[in-house]
């Protein structure tokens, strides 16, 4: 089964510190890789990446894929409180199933 | 904005009886699917449906299981004699007219089988 791993599962921060969140997948008819946000319920969506090298931007948040290397990073910029979070990145297969990590839990103190 | 819903929010049910969890997926959407994840784990995908069919199921999805959408708008999940372990929280997707797209989550329906 393709695997998509995440690190770290945890992390804790300062308000205003910057984060980097990883996501290393097996390359097996890659479509995509999508990254969402889940805080109480659904995931809520925040990029997908299709193509290497190109940075997806969102006011703080921005995304950037390696399809050489296999893996993306979604970083946070002066993170607020409202930023703590599980943060899920997700891989397409060739029929639309997403397979998920397992997440990295942000939380962000004041 | 156009958005997935998923009813109930919660439901709790006992082992063995049946439950059916409901989703309107995003109106003009062709793809569905349900996700479910347990407490602490990982988002696990069920099944996907296209075109009136099941197109792809997990090893989860085994005959206990079924999907319908049985009037055009409403896509269901019924699990027909439930067990401790599907307590869960389950999720219904929709993406729009081909998997190039985003997937957009409903906000889930809580089941706990006691």
């Known amino acids: 089964e393709d695997k998509v791993v995440q690190s770290p599962l945890s992390l804790v921060v300062h308000e205003g510190d910057t984060v980097t969140l990883n996501c290393s997948y097996e390359?097996?008819?890659?479509?995509?890789l999508l990254w969402y946000k889940q805080e109480k319920k659904a995931p809520t969506f925040l990029f997908m990446l299709?193509?290497?090298?190109i940075e997806k931007k969102s006011g703080r948040l921005s995304s950037i894929l390696d399809k050489k290397e296999l893996f993306s990073i979604l970083n946070i910029t002066a993170t607020q409180t409202g930023d703590s979070a599980i943060y899920l990145c997700?891989?397409?297969?060739?029929?639309?199933?997403?397979?998920f990590g397992q997440g990295t839990e942000l939380s962000v103190k004041p | 904005e156009p958005e997935v819903t998923q009813t109930p929010s919660h439901q709790v049910t006992q082992m063995g009886q049946e439950v059916i969890l409901r989703c309107v997926p995003i109106?003009?959407?062709?793809?569905f699917y349900w996700y479910r994840q347990i407490l602490g784990q990982k988002v696990e995908f069920l099944v996907s449906?296209?075109?009136?069919?099941?197109?792809?199921k997990s090893e989860i999805f085994d005959d206990q299981f079924s999907v319908e959408r049985p009037d055009g708008s409403n896509f269901t999940l019924k699990i027909r004699s439930t067990k401790l372990e599907d307590s869960a929280m389950y999720f219904c997707?929709?993406?729009?007219?081909?998997?190039?797209?985003?997937?957009?989550f409903g906000p889930g329906t809580r089941l706990l089988v006691l």
């Open positions: 997700a891989r397409y297969n060739q029929g639309g199933k997403l397979i």
């Open positions: 109106s003009n959407h062709l793809y």
């Open positions: 997707a929709s993406l729009g007219t081909s998997v190039l797209e985003t997937q957009y």
């Open positions: 299709t193509s290497s090298g």
């Open positions: 449906f296209y075109n009136n069919e099941i197109s792809e």
């Open positions: 390359v097996t008819n890659f479509r995509s």
